[in-house]
């Protein structure tokens, strides 16, 4: 026998659950008005409206970095959504900033771990499933890091979807200090590495066929081609490697430099930079 929904019993599943008026309706319905039944069935329904949206855009959310009073670790991760309507909403942010407390408290190792972590009587991969259902959106930690070193400094950029974790190998208020500046210098020159040696080896062999097919294309010839190459991977690690960049805020000085400058055994021991959109 089926059972009549009224709007009010609508409404009260929506106020609880958070989804849609048009969700709620169709969950009590096929639960014949069993409210426990119908907040399980939107549950469930989050789920697999997580995996259906699975090859949505996470552009838009909000990045996090955080750092330990005593700035010997911190964490960083990106909570992604569609739309920027969900990524300004307070709940939204209210729930990536629980996120980044649990993170901080337990100090899982990777991104599978953060997600398996135990919160509020579930997985956080769980709660990311009931917001879904809420939201209506695909919603996913798009990355995450969790850096320790001497001294930790975070950034969050004023956008909220650009974030990043330096470690430095000494400590001291000018190590801060300068471990700040280092910070902004990554979240806005986007470095893929430390220093020339980090670069994976395939990136380098990339870079230098890249470069050999260039000056190809421009008619060189073939004897020169190896160094024509060779200097133009110099030319991108000046660029990509973090301690060979210019300094944004003095370009008459490396990242290296600026370190030498303060103490010359001073250097950058990890960092992460997170970004949403781009």
Do not use: W
């Amino acid at each position: 026998m089926s059972v009549t929904i009224n709007a009010s019993d609508v409404n009260k599943l929506r106020q609880v659950t958070g989804a849609g008026m048009m969700d709620c309706k169709k969950a009590l319905e096929e639960m014949n008005g069993d409210f426990e039944a119908a907040i399980d069935y939107l549950r469930k329904k989050g789920q697999k409206v997580s995996e259906k949206r699975a090859d949505r855009e996470t552009n838009e959310g909000i990045v996090i970095a955080s750092v330990s009073d005593d700035a010997s670790y911190g964490t960083i991760f990106g909570l992604g959504c569609e739309t920027d309507f969900v990524a300004i909403n307070a709940d939204y942010i209210a729930f990536a900033k629980s996120i980044s407390a649990l993170a901080m408290a337990q100090k899982p190792t990777s991104k599978d771990a953060l997600l398996a972590l135990e919160m509020d009587g579930n997985t956080v991969a769980a709660k990311i499933a009931d917001q879904v259902g809420k939201i209506g959106e695909k919603i996913e930690i798009t990355d995450y890091a969790l850096i320790t070193g001497e001294t930790v400094v975070g950034y969050n950029h004023s956008n909220g979807k650009v974030g990043v974790l330096v470690a430095l190998n000494q400590k001291g208020d000018a190590i801060n200090t300068t471990g700040k500046d280092i910070t902004m210098q990554i979240a806005a020159m986007a470095p893929i590495a430390i220093d020339k040696a980090d670069v994976p080896q395939e990136v380098q062999t990339r870079e230098l066929e890249i470069g050999r097919e260039q000056a190809r294309a421009e008619g060189k010839p073939e004897a020169i081609l190896e160094k024509i190459a060779t200097g133009k991977l110099e030319a991108y690690f000046k660029d990509a490697t973090l301690l060979n960049q210019k300094f944004v805020k003095d370009n008459a000085k490396t990242i290296r430099e600026v370190l030498v400058g303060v103490d010359k055994d001073l250097t950058v021991t990890a960092f992460k930079r997170v970004a949403l959109g781009s």
